[in-house]
């Protein structure tokens, strides 16, 4: 594979000036955003704000229509940067799981790394292996997806991401696909990504999550940011009327 180079001195993700339309329908207008190296962001913000789209667009899931993004000091806009290089720097959690059904728990997270990374089985396995140990599942490595909850799916599919060594997590509302029971194991695995120092953005609906684990809170509407700040700070207190009234009602 291509290898890129980091600046180790740049933030992890750095946006400038995005925006990004679907047709006539401007869903980022001009969002300026930075996510410091081992730092938890999380984004919050009604359906239809553009949260997603921000997300997507950092590992051009999503092409931006204008703007910079840079991931390391890396420009992720750059029409000749090495994009495979650069995703396999970016692990990505979904709403949905996006296992390979017909591949047991363990083929699920090394056929990545063996095909992208080069790694051989052995290797792949041993990485796997301490990855499921991570989220608590070592002992479905067998399984099929269709065997496990959505809560273990979506646990398998972090390890999954984990499994290719990324220097950081995007997670796109990783807990509402699930039964509010199941919800806590996902977020457990979460907060202990956080406090090994994992770099993570995540777009959330879990106010508490946020609370305890962010250390940046960014309220999005409309395509623009509004708010961002302290997570513990915004949430006790909103400076904005537009954050006051969303807060008021998932609070």
Known sequence: MTEITVDETAPAIDVQDL?????????LKGIDFRVAR??????????????????????????????????????????DVHLDA????IGMVFQQFNLFPHLKVLDNLTIAQMRVKKRSRSEAV??????????GLAEREDAYPAHLSGGQQQRIAIARALSMSPDLMLFDEPTSALDPELVGDVLDVMKDLASDGMTMMVVTHEMGFA?????????????????????????????????????????
């Not at 925006?19 to 869903?27: A, E, L, T």
């Not at 950092?58 to 991931?71: A, D, H, M, Q, Y």
């Not at 650069?86 to 720097?89: G, I, K």
């Not at 041993?126 to 991570?134: C, D, F, Q, S, T």
């Open 19 to 27: 925006h990004k339309y679907f047709g006539d329908n401007q869903v």
């Open 38 to 79: 081992g730092s938890v962001a999380c984004v919050i913000g009604p359906s239809g704000s553009g949260k997603s789209t921000l997300l997507r667009c950092v590992n051009r899931l999503e092409e931006p229509t204008s703007g910079k993004i840079f991931v390391e000091g890396v420009e992720v806009t750059d029409p």
């Open 86 to 89: 650069l995703r396999s720097r």
């Open 126 to 135: 041993e990485i796997a292996r301490a990855n499921l140990a991570k989220v």
């Open 211 to 251: 609370r305890e684990v962010g250390d940046n809170l960014v309220f999005m509407d409309g395509g623009v940011i509004v708010e961002e700040g302290d997570p513990k700070q915004v949430l006790a207190d909103p400076q904005h009327e537009r954050t006051r009234s969303f807060l008021s009602k998932v609070l």
